[in-house]
Nanobody, 117 residues
Framework: QVQFVESGGGLVQPGGLLKLSCIAS????????MNWYRQFPGNERELVAG???????TYVDFVKGRFTISRDNAKNTIYLQMNSLKSEDTAQYYC???????????WGQGTPVTVSS
């Protein structure tokens, strides 16, 4: 069964950094487009960053230059390095495979990120 387990979130001061991890199971991420998303209370999830099977990466404008998505296919894990965090980055963060996400499938619990002084 496909499952995603996110971790690494927490409370951090503005300007700080965090590294999120997402362990996938039930399929091999090596041949799939993997994304990180975030969700603010009362809002829908929004795309933050993506990594293709060839490790080509994409970012939404509000995280470019601050966040870095990466993957370790041997561990079936993707990461999100978040630097220069801002209060507006406070959200619940999720990972998912692109097609599964489009279909609304297999969302995990996510990991909370709170940026506050």
């Amino acid at each position: 069964q496909v499952q995603f387990v996110e971790s690494g979130g927490g409370l951090v001061q503005p300007g700080g950094l965090l590294k999120l991890s997402c362990i996938a199971s039930g399929f091999d991420i090596a041949w799939n487009y993997m994304n990180w998303y975030r969700q603010f209370p009362g809002n829908e999830r929004e795309l933050v960053a993506g990594s293709s099977y060839s490790c080509r990466t994409t970012y939404v404008d509000f995280v470019k230059g601050r966040f870095t998505i990466s993957r370790d296919n041997a561990k079936n894990t993707i990461y999100l390095q978040m630097n220069s965090l801002k209060s507006e980055d406070t959200a619940q963060y999720y990972c998912n495979e692109h097609e599964y996400a489009m279909g609304g499938y297999y969302w995990g619990q996510g990991t909370p990120v709170t940026v506050s002084s």
